[in-house]
T-cell receptor, first 114, second 115 residues
Framework: EAGVAQSPRYKIIEKRQSVAFWCNPI?????LYWYQQILGQGPKLLIQ????????DSQLPKDRFSAERLKGVDSTLKIQPAKLEDSAVYLC????????????FGPGTRLTVT | AQSVAQPEDQVNVAEGNPLTVKCTYS??????LFWYVQYPNRGLQFLLK??????LVKGSYGFEAEFNKSQTSFHLKKPSALVSDSALYFC?????????????FGTGTRLLVSP
């Protein structure tokens, strides 16, 4: 089966600009996660969806970050306006509800804010 | 709060030698523990997990991990390292507080296997 797809792979923007990332999870995976991985650190969960509903966004900086999963499949993560400290790799992961608890990750989007 | 610690930023080992990447955990209740590997410019790949049962868990690519409750550890091991095992390794624990299968990751350990 196809893995988790993400685009773009790389993005360079200036501070105060906006940016959007796209994720297509593994087919049939109802749970979708967005993580932020800053260089030298482990991934940190930003938001978790179950189908098209948000189940955990406690670590999402809601003043500038937003995410949606309107039809319960694809998801987009947006940053507006971006700050220098948002430079990181943004990882999308998905999980099937009843086939184990491990998550499957996409290749990530590397964001550089200048 | 659930957490894991990876005390080594980097582990160096010669090809053919056994390797160990360390992880300790702090959880309330029974831990669900994971190891993931990250190759350059790629996402994390699942290696193995411990939920319950046998303390020695076998995973992908010849890796295994030993769960030790008394030492609150979950060290990753491989009997004979390959140069291709060089990558970034992350230990993770399921956060029980939310109940929605949230993972908390360690800071990662870079494994370098020399020829």
């Amino acid at each position: 089966e196809a893995g988790v797809a993400q685009s773009p792979r790389y993005k360079i923007i200036e501070k105060r600009q906006s940016v959007a990332f796209w994720c297509n999870p593994i087919s049939g995976h109802a749970t979708l996660y967005w993580y932020q991985q800053i260089l030298g650190q482990g991934p940190k969960l930003l938001i978790q969806f179950q189908n098209n509903g948000v189940v955990d966004d406690s670590q999402l900086p809601k003043d500038r970050f937003s995410a949606e999963r309107l039809k319960g499949v694809d998801s987009t993560l947006k940053i507006q306006p971006a700050k220098l400290e948002d430079s990181a790799v943004y990882l999308c992961a998905s999980r099937h509800i009843s086939r184990g608890i491990e998550q499957y990750f996409g290749p990530g989007t590397r964001l550089t804010v200048t | 709060a659930q957490s894991v610690a990876q005390p080594e930023d980097q582990v160096n080992v010669a090809e053919g030698n056994p390797l160990t990447v360390k992880c300790t955990y702090s959880v309330s209740g029974n831990p669900y523990l994971f190891w993931y590997v990250q190759y350059p410019n790629r996402g994390l790949q699942f290696l193995l997990k411990y939920i319950t049962g046998d303390n020695l868990v076998k995973g992908s690519y010849g890796f295994e991990a030993e769960f030790n409750k008394s030492q609150t550890s979950f060290h990753l091991k491989k009997p004979s390292a390959l140069v291709s095992d060089s990558a970034l390794y992350f230990c993770a624990v399921r956060d029980l507080n939310t109940g929605f299968q949230k993972l908390v990751f360690g800071t990662g350990t870079r494994l370098l296997v020399s020829p």
